[in-house]
């Protein structure tokens, strides 16, 4: 990658004693390729701060879909991903992209859907069951169709039903290619059915006449991870600050700092680091 942060003095011209005050600076930055999730739900506007206030470090987010994060990661575009596809997480660090990877928070998945409930799922555990039944019924349904980690985990949970959506989609089953945002929007525009993290969901100021139906199911847990990428592979990357960042999120404090984070006192993700790497 090339020179992610060009000086605007050196494009100037300007004398090395110039440079020195913004090279400094630039060496207390990092960019963080995460999931949208971690950044709509508001958790990096809490936790980021908190962070440079320790450390002195800025961090600069870049917010894509899980797919999209690790893709920017292996164009070297970022020092650290942190996202939640835990298969997808561990291919990158076998294709010799990442360092190691840490466990360090979680939530789980809801299925929202309109209140009239036109496949008549509210209140069920069983999320296969309910899916098997939105596809039967036609009820349309909303698909993020961005490789993010929602849509991952969605089309694991169709597979999980027994259903090869790919075969069984019709006019029912939108794919938008967007974040979780705009198909939350959708489905409430389309009186459909949607799979949303819980912590965009629980931040999600525009939901009309949409509730959760389904919940509580194990099949719909949400695991995020952390991961330096490989300084051997990028040598832009900031190794050292990158780490800091890690340790520090799987850190008694940095865990502390995510599970105090809350939206009308309800806790949007559960540490559960244990600094170990998988």
């Given at each position: 990658?090339?020179?992610?942060?060009?000086?605007?003095?050196?494009?100037?011209?300007l004398g090395a004693a110039t440079l020195v005050a913004p090279a400094a600076a630039q060496e207390k930055s990092i960019i963080v390729a995460s999931?949208?999730?971690?950044?709509?739900?508001?958790?990096?506007?809490?936790?980021?701060?908190?962070?440079?206030?320790?450390?002195?470090?800025?961090?600069?987010?870049?917010?894509?879909?899980?797919?999209?994060?690790?893709?920017?990661?292996?164009?070297?575009?970022?020092?650290?991903?942190?996202?939640?596809?835990?298969?997808?997480?561990?291919?990158?660090?076998?294709?010799?992209?990442?360092?190691?990877?840490?466990?360090?928070?979680?939530?789980?998945?809801?299925?929202?859907?309109?209140?009239?409930?036109?496949?008549?799922?509210?209140?069920?555990?069983?999320?296969?069951?309910?899916?098997?039944?939105?596809?039967?019924?036609?009820?349309?349904?909303?698909?993020?169709?961005?490789?993010?980690?929602?849509?991952?985990?969605?089309?694991?949970?169709?597979?999980?039903?027994?259903?090869?959506?790919?075969?069984?989609?019709?006019?029912?089953?939108?794919e938008i290619g967007q974040g979780m945002g705009a198909a939350l929007n959708i489905a409430n525009a389309m009186n459909g059915y949607v799979l949303?993290?819980?912590?965009?969901?629980?931040?999600?100021?525009?939901?009309?006449?949409?509730?959760?139906?389904?919940?509580?199911?194990?099949?719909?847990?949400?695991?995020?991870?952390?991961?330096?990428?490989?300084?051997?592979?990028?040598?832009?990357?900031?190794?050292?600050?990158?780490?800091?960042?890690?340790?520090?999120?799987?850190?008694?404090?940095?865990?502390?700092?995510?599970?105090?984070?809350?939206?009308?006192?309800?806790?949007?993700?559960?540490?559960?680091?244990?600094?170990?790497?998988?």
């Amino acid at each position: 990658m090339q020179n992610r942060f060009l000086s605007l003095a050196l494009s100037l011209g300007l004398g090395a004693a110039t440079l020195v005050a913004p090279a400094a600076a630039q060496e207390k930055s990092i960019i963080v390729a995460s999931t949208t999730s971690t950044q709509d739900s508001g958790l990096f506007g809490y936790l980021l701060p908190l962070f440079n206030a320790k450390t002195g470090i800025d961090v600069k987010v870049i917010a894509q879909g899980t797919g999209q994060a690790l893709d920017t990661a292996r164009r070297g575009d970022a020092d650290v991903v942190f996202v939640h596809a835990k298969a997808q997480e561990e291919r990158f660090i076998a294709e010799g992209f990442g360092v190691r990877r840490f466990d360090v928070m979680y939530n789980d998945f809801v299925l929202v859907g309109p209140i009239s409930d036109p496949a008549g799922i509210t209140g069920s555990k069983d999320v296969s069951a309910a899916l098997t039944t939105i596809q039967a019924k036609a009820a349309p349904f909303v698909s993020r169709g961005d490789k993010s980690g929602t849509h991952f985990a969605e089309l694991a949970l169709w597979k999980d039903a027994g259903i090869d959506i790919a075969a069984a989609k019709g006019p029912w089953y939108r794919e938008i290619g967007q974040g979780m945002g705009a198909a939350l929007n959708i489905a409430n525009a389309m009186n459909g059915y949607v799979l949303s993290d819980r912590a965009t969901w629980l931040s999600f100021k525009n939901r009309g006449n949409l509730v959760i139906v389904v919940e509580g199911d194990r099949r719909m847990f949400n695991q995020y991870g952390v991961i330096l990428v490989n300084p051997g592979k990028y040598p832009s990357v900031k190794k050292e600050l990158g780490q800091s960042f890690v340790d520090w999120l799987i850190s008694p404090e940095g865990q502390g700092v995510i599970a105090n984070y809350k939206i009308d006192g309800q806790q949007l993700f559960f540490p559960n680091a244990e600094k170990k790497a998988s």
